[in-house]
């Protein structure tokens, strides 16, 4: 009896995750503790990455970040795709190699979108949990599962187990197997309508849980910033980034996002604006909203960031031109009408 329950917790991870728990709101989705040991390369599972017309196993490419597609500019290799979340490697493995790892809830939360048809998305067999901390929703996404064990409307606590680390969707391979994480905040409650009108010939399988709807935050960051200060919010952690460029948009009933997370507006002079000053990161999650009195004839940009490399590669193609003088790009458009859809 003894021997089964020891097999039954080391499978699960569910007394594992919660002893490990002890006074912190957030921890990582899986036993693999790695990367606070300072040994990135246990933890990050690699991307085959052509650079400079050579494969390379290159493990940056399972971080955060702009970490794949890479272009040279002169003398200088730039990333110009940007990884929404961290691809975390399994630990064990049976005989035929396929990952024995549990993924467990991070926070406590309710399941509310299960995706079990591996090719309805790239993220394949995937499952999304939503947390409400200080009174905004927030969301984890667990992405290339070879099976999930919740369905959608269950509540989990800290330590519980979703499902297990596998292979499915896009770029995945039986070596690569991995689970990927994100930590999110969503776009628009309205994305069902905006998916339908841009996107009429696909079948709308996910609803608002659809990536393209889910903006991801950092969560490996995240998660050390909680380590190092149990009492940080995902407030406090945004705002805490790096500004990137601040975007300034008419104000409309269903401009979603400040009514999702009202605390973007909080010391907001303008008691009822016409129009939003929405101040983004460098991990593009919404920082700030400062209210102002004068419409705009049309969403305009104000950059914050560098010079360089160029906007474009800066801002994942949804700006262009100059610090000076920036531009919002046709991908920067189709941006802008999801986040105020319908207009």
């Known amino acids: 009896m003894f021997f089964r329950a020891v097999l039954f917790i080391l499978f699960t991870g569910t007394v594992v995750g919660r002893a490990y728990a002890a006074g912190l709101w957030l921890v990582l989705p899986t036993e693999n503790q790695a990367i606070f040991e300072n040994a990135p390369e246990r933890f990050y599972m690699y991307v085959d990455r052509l650079v400079d017309g050579k494969i390379e196993q290159a493990l940056g490419g399972g971080l955060y970040g702009f970490t794949r597609t890479p272009v040279r500019i002169g003398g200088t290799v730039v990333y110009t795709q940007f990884h929404e979340g961290a ?137 050390r910033a909680v380590r190092a200060d149990p009492a940080l919010t995902v407030t406090n952690y945004i705002r805490g980034q790096t500004p990137l460029f601040r975007l300034i948009l008419n104000d409309t009933p269903r401009f979603d996002l400040i009514r999702l997370y009202p605390w973007l507006t909080e010391g907001a002079v303008e008691p ?64 802008i009408n999801l986040l105020t859809f319908p207009e």
């Open 87 to 223: 691809d975390i490697r399994p630990l064990r493995r049976d005989a035929r190699g396929e990952p024995l790892d549990p993924v467990t809830a991070p926070a406590d939360g309710r399941v509310v979108h299960v995706s079990n048809a591996p090719g309805n998305s790239n993220y394949g067999r995937y499952a999304v949990v939503e947390h409400t901390l200080q009174g905004a929703p927030y969301y984890t996404l667990y992405a290339h599962l070879a099976a999930i064990t919740v369905a959608c409307g269950d509540t989990v606590r800290q330590g519980d187990t979703i499902g297990r680390i596998g292979h499915t969707g896009t770029g995945t391979n039986t070596p690569r197997a991995h689970l990927h994480y994100e930590f999110c905040l969503m776009l628009n409650r309205n994305f069902v309508g905006w998916f339908k009108k841009n996107h009429p010939k696909t079948p709308d399988t996910h609803g608002i849980f659809n990536g393209m709807n889910l903006a991801g935050l950092d969560p490996i960051g995240l998660t």
């Open 272 to 335: 009822r604006p016409t129009a939003w000053a929405v101040t983004f990161s460098n991990q593009f999650i919404p920082m700030r909203a400062e209210g102002r009195a004068a419409r705009v004839a049309a969403p305009a940009i104000e950059w914050l960031g560098p010079a360089t490399p160029a906007l474009s590669y800066q801002s994942r193609k949804l700006i262009n031109g100059t610090p000076e003088k920036p531009a919002l790009t046709q991908a920067g458009q189709r941006w």
